[in-house]
C-alpha cells in the first residue's frame, strides 16, 4: 500500500463550490505539506504542518484554507474554487533529521 | 518565488548518452535535493546533497554542488528509455523543513 495517499485522484467541479482534498498517510511523519503544480512553474507551497496544532502559509496560501485532524491527515480546502485553481495537487511528508520529502500520487483539479 | 532554476528546461537524447541538467539558486542552503516526476505522477526523492559536500553518487546519478557559485547538477548515465521523466532540483535554506522547487528539466530518452 502506498505511504502517502490523496483522495479524489480527479476531481471536475464549477466556479464557487467547495472542494476537499484529503491526505493520508502511514509512514508517521510530523510534517506534512500541500503544494499545487502549474505547467511551467514546479511546484509551489500552499500550506504547510509542523504536527496537530501548528499550521503555516506557504507561498500562494489566498484561496485555501487545511486542516490537520491528526497526524497522519491533513485536508486542503477551496472555499470558493475559481479557475485559476485548476491545477495538480500534491501532498507530502517528512520525517525527522532526514531531509527528503515524501509525496503523493497528486489530484488532478479543474475548475470550469 | 521559486529558488531553484533548471536548464536546459528540455533535453531529448538518445538510450545509453549521459544527460546532464544544472540547477542555480539565490540564497544559501542547507542541503539541495533532486526529485524526479514521471507524468503527471508524484514526485520521487533521487538524491540529496549537503551544503558541506561536492559531490555524491547513487547508481547511475552524479550530483555536484558547487556553493561558491549556487549551483548543482545532476548527471545521468547510460541513459534508459524508463529515465524519461522531469527532473526538479529543490533547495533547503535553512534546514526549516520547507523545500523551494525550480521548474524542472524535462528529459526524453529516445530508443
Known amino acids: 500500500d502506498a505511504d502517502v495517499t490523496q483522495t479524489p485522484r480527479n476531481r471536475i467541479t464549477k466556479t464557487g463550490k467547495r472542494i476537499m482534498l484529503e491526505c493520508s498517510q502511514t509512514?508517521?511523519?510530523?510534517?506534512m505539506y500541500w503544494y499545487r503544480q502549474d505547467p511551467g512553474l514546479g511546484l509551489r507551497l500552499i500550506y504547510y504542518s509542523f504536527d496537530v496544532k501548528d499550521i503555516n502559509k506557504g507561498e500562494i496560501s489566498d484561496g485555501y484554507s487545511v486542516s490537520r485532524q491528526a497526524q497522519a491527515k491533513f485536508s486542503l480546502s477551496l472555499e470558493s474554487a475559481i479557475p485559476n485553481q485548476t491545477a495538480l495537487y500534491f501532498c507530502a511528508t517528512r520525517g525527522g533529521s532526514a531531509g527528503e520529502q515524501f509525496f503523493g500520487p497528486g489530484t488532478r483539479l479543474t475548475v470550469l | 518565488s521559486q529558488q531553484g532554476e533548471e536548464d536546459p528546461q528540455a533535453l531529448s537524447i538518445q538510450e545509453g548518452e549521459n544527460a546532464t541538467m544544472n540547477c542555480s539558486y539565490k540564497?544559501?542552503?542547507?542541503?539541495l535535493q533532486w526529485y524526479r516526476q514521471n507524468s503527471g505522477r508524484g514526485l520521487v526523492h533521487l538524491i540529496l546533497i549537503r551544503s558541506n559536500e561536492r559531490e555524491k553518487h547513487s547508481g547511475r546519478l552524479r550530483v555536484t554542488l558547487d556553493t561558491s557559485k549556487k549551483s548543482s547538477s545532476l548527471l545521468i548515465t547510460a541513459s534508459r528509455a524508463a529515465d524519461t521523466a522531469s527532473y526538479f532540483c529543490?533547495?533547503?535554506?535553512?534546514?526549516?523543513?520547507?523545500?523551494?522547487f525550480g521548474a524542472g528539466t524535462t528529459v526524453t530518452v529516445r530508443a
Open positions: 529543490a533547495t533547503d535554506p535553512s534546514n526549516d523543513y520547507k523545500l523551494s
Open positions: 509512514k508517521g511523519h510530523d510534517r
Open positions: 540564497t544559501s542552503i542547507n542541503n
